[in-house]
C-alpha cells in the first residue's frame, strides 16, 4: 500500500487492518463472488457498468479462484489469468507500466484476488505477485469439489484449522496487503463459530461466511441458512467485517440478507450469473431501450442490452478493437427499413453451423480467461430465451471461443427475437401464444420452485434469476439419486427450511441449456462451483 507525499513520490504506508481497512476501500456492501471460469475482468466490468459513481464505490469484486501454487511457480499460468499490465507478471514489483485489465485502479477496483493453497509459502509467493494490482488477497476454504478433496484445500481443510491458521497468518503478518477468506458453515452454529474465531484469530480482515456446508453442492444445494450467519454476527466482536453469501436471486435480496443477517456486504455468485445487472437500479433516465418497465413492478434490464454491452467490453479490452457500429436497440414504433434483408433465417443460420467451425484465429483469443468464458456466460445470461428459442441455443453451442462472428450472430438472434416480442406485446389483439403465461395454479397447490418463480420470474427477454428445483424436489423428479436414507434426511432438512422462507438457489448449468452434443466449453467443470 502506497501513498503519494508532497514530492510526488510512493511512499509505503501502514498495512490497515479489518475494519479499518474495510472503510478504506468505501465500506462495499455489494460483493461480486469469486467463480472459476466467470469473475473474470469483463464480466466484473459488466457488473460494475451498470451502477452509478456513487453506487460503484460500494461494489467490491474477486478474481476466480487460482491456485497458488500453479500460479507462484508458472508464470504462464499468471499470464494466462491475470493480466494487471500487457507485460509479463515476472516480478513481484508494481511495474510502471499503464494498467490494463486485473486490477485497474480506474475500472476494477476494490478487487480481492482468490487463491487455493493448503501451504503457506506457495501462498505467500503467489500472493505477492497479485498484491500490488489487488486490495486484498483471498484464501478460498469453501471449494467443496472432488478436485479440492485430491488436492486438499478449499472446504477439504476444515479437518486441518493448523494449515489454515499459519497460511492466514503468514499473509496477515508478510504480506503487503490485507488477507481475507471465504469459508462455509459447518453442522451446528457452535462449531462454526469456533471455526470462524480461529480464522479471525489467525489475521483474516474479512470472513465471507457461505451459509451452506461442504456437502450441499450439485442438486443437493439447498437453501443458504443465513441465521447460522447472524449467530456469527451476534456472537463474534463488533468489529469483525462479515460478508454473506448465498441465496441471493435479485437485488430485492441484498437488502433483505443484509436485515437478516447483519453483515456487512453480501456477495452473490449463481444471481450475478444470470443477471449481472443485480446490483443496479434502474437507469436513472427512462430509457425502454435498456430497460424493460413493466406494471406489476416486475421490470429489468433486457438481455439484448446486456449482451451488447457485454461483447463490446468484449472488443474493447480483451481484442482491443472498436466494437462495430450498432444502431440503437428496437422499441416498439422504431423503422425497421435497416433490417430489411438482414433477418436471419434458420436455413441461412444453418448453413452458417455447418460450415467448418471458426476458430479465433488471433493467439489472444485462446489466451484470455475473458474471452474464453463468453460462452458460459451466455449461456447463464440467456437461458430462459434459449429455453424457448432452440435456434438460438443451438447456435450459440457452435460458438469458439474468439469466434466473434459466431458471437455477432447469436446476438443479432437474440436482438430479433426480442424485437418480435416487443412488438407482441406492444399489440393488444396480436397473437401472444409464445409470451409467458401466467401460473394458474393456486398458491396452495404450488411446489416450492413455483413459488418462488412467482416472485422472480420475468419475461425471457429480461435478466432474472435460475431457480432450480430444491433437492427433494431433485429426488422426486429424478435429477437427484441418493440413498434412500439420505433422501429422507434431505427432505426432512429441506422441508422444514422452505416453510418458513421459499428462496433457493441454481448452482451450476443445467443439461436444458447446454444441450449434450455441445462443446466442452459451456459443459460444467468438477472445479466451476468452487465456494
Ligand atoms: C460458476 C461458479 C464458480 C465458482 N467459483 C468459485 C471460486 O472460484 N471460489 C469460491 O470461493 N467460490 C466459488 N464459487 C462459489 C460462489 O462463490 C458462492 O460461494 C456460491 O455459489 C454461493 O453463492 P450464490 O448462492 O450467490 O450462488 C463458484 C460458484 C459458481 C456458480
Redesign the pocket.
Known sequence: MAQANLSGESQPCAKLFGRAFYESIGSPKMIV???????EFAWRLLTRSFLNEERSKSLLA?T??FHARLFGQTPRVRDDYFKPTKESLTSKKKSIATPWMDGNPKIDRPLFV?F?ANKPEELLEAAEYVAPYCDAV?L????PQGIARAGHY?AFLQEDWASIYKMINKLHNELSVPVTA?M?ILETPEKTLDYAKMILSAGASIL?V?G?RREQKGHN?GV?DWSMIRYLRDNLPPETVLFA????LNSGDVEACLAATGADGI???????SDPTIFAQPPEQHNPREYWYDTDGKGGYRVDAVFRRYIDIIYTYSLEKAAPERPPLYIPGDSTEHLEGKKISSDENQSVNNKKRKRGDDKKSKLDPSLKAMQ?HLFQLLRPLISTHTDIRDTLARTRCGDMDGFERVLAMVEEAVRNALDQVAEPVASKESLPESETVSEQEMTPKQKTEAIYKRPWWVCQPYIRPLPEEAIKSGALKISRKEATKITMNEVTETESDPIQ????LDGQSTPSHNTSNET?KA?????
Not at 505 to 508: F, G, L, M, V, Y
Open positions: 463472488a469469486p467463480m472459476v471460469d466467470r469473475s474477486y476466480p479462484m482468490q487455493c483471498d478460498n476454504l469453501g471449494c478449499g471465504k462455509r465471507t457461505h451452506r444445494t443458504a453469501n448465498g441465496n441471493i456477495m452473490s455468485a449463481e444471481g450475478n450469473l458460459g438457489r441454481s448452482d451450476e460444467p472445479a466451476l462451483v468452487c465456494g
